[in-house]
């Protein structure tokens, strides 16, 4: 079997790569820069604007996994372009070429479009996904944490400090890298469904804020105090980071709008049939792996 991935040098893709790899599926990855291709992985040099190496990409596939998205930009022309346009653009390669099985990763964030302009992109992309023709399942991760992650690295840095600076309230979900990608690879391999799934790591109800940064704690081995920040706070934390980090900002006021919200827990209702996929790895330990390699980078 041969699958095609976008989003291929990210955190995601890395490690759905990794495991193809490990499972002997073959893969054509997509990237910006020229790679020397290695056992199992043909790296097709390109990006999401561009026609002709989707379509090089998608030639062959068996199944193609969309894992590539803007989860940070500027402006909303900046998320279009990445989580619609991109997304369309794949949309066609897989059809010019053939393909009929479409596995699209999406977040949770598109449940609630009106809240930022990084969940209303990722909700057109889930249309655009729906009225493809394709044989496609969706599949709405919430937030993804595991060894190799730079996005919750903040997190942990300030934990390491005794504290963590929280939403004012709320609950969310969360799910490690390797059980994401496993379902990735397992949805790839499966007839389509049409559905889109939520997931999550097991835990009935999900996290409130509080008890993920004090999990965070315990990987650190420090007691964590959480401190509920109101939202005109939050805004003031975005305008400084972007500030001093520019575009490297982690903490954007489009982030703070949807970080605001209290429910990002995924809906039981909605997690794939326990015979197809359930969850390997308990938060607690995955963030015990992920404090570690952090600490082995130099990055704590």
């Given at each position: 079997m041969r699958i095609a991935v976008t989003g291929a040098t990210g955190f995601v893709g890395t490690r759905l790569l990794a495991l193809a790899r490990e499972?002997?599926?073959?893969?054509?990855?997509?990237?910006?820069?020229?790679?020397d291709d290695a056992e199992g992985v043909t790296w097709v040099e390109g990006a999401l604007d561009d026609a002709a190496?989707?379509?090089?990409?998608?030639?062959?596939?068996?199944?193609?996994?969309h894992v590539a998205g803007v989860v940070n930009a500027p402006d909303r022309a900046g998320f279009v372009a990445g989580n619609v346009e991109g997304t369309r653009n794949i949309l066609s390669a897989a059809r010019d070429a053939g393909v009929a099985r479409f596995v699209h990763v999406s977040s949770l964030a598109a449940r609630e479009p009106g809240l930022s302009e990084y969940g209303a992109t990722k909700a057109?992309?889930?249309?655009?996904?729906?009225?493809?023709?394709?044989?496609?399942?969706?599949?709405?991760?919430?937030?993804i944490y595991g060894p190799g992650d730079r996005e919750m690295l903040d997190l942990f840095r300030i934990a390491r400090l005794g504290v963590a600076l929280l939403p004012?309230?709320?609950?969310?979900?969360?799910?490690?890298?390797?059980?994401?990608?496993?379902?990735?690879?397992?949805?790839?391999?499966?007839?389509?469904a049409h559905r889109i799934y939520e997931v999550d790591d097991g835990?009935?109800?999900?996290?409130?804020?509080?008890?993920f940064a004090r999990a965070i704690g315990d990987a650190l081995g420090k007691r964590v105090r959480p401190i509920a920040l109101p939202r005109r706070l939050l805004n003031l934390g975005?305008?400084?980071?972007?500030?001093?980090?520019?575009?490297g900002a982690k903490l954007t006021p489009d982030r703070v709008s949807y970080f605001c919200h209290p429910d990002w827990v995924a809906d039981p209702l909605k997690r794939p049939p326990p015979d197809l996929w359930h969850p390997a790895i308990a938060t607690p330990d995955g963030l015990a792996a992920t404090a570690a390699w952090y600490r082995a980078n130099g990055l704590l």
């Open positions: 499972g002997g599926v073959a893969v054509s990855a997509l990237t910006r820069r020229p790679r190496a989707l379509l090089r990409l998608a030639t062959g596939a068996d199944a193609v996994v057109d992309a889930e249309g655009l996904v729906e009225g493809s023709g394709l044989a496609w399942d969706m599949v709405r991760p919430p937030a004012p309230g709320g609950r969310m979900s969360a799910i490690h890298v390797d059980d994401l990608s496993r379902l990735l690879l397992t949805l790839a391999k499966a007839p389509a835990r009935a109800g999900g996290w409130s804020h509080a008890a975005a305008r400084v980071d972007s500030l001093v980090r520019g575009t």
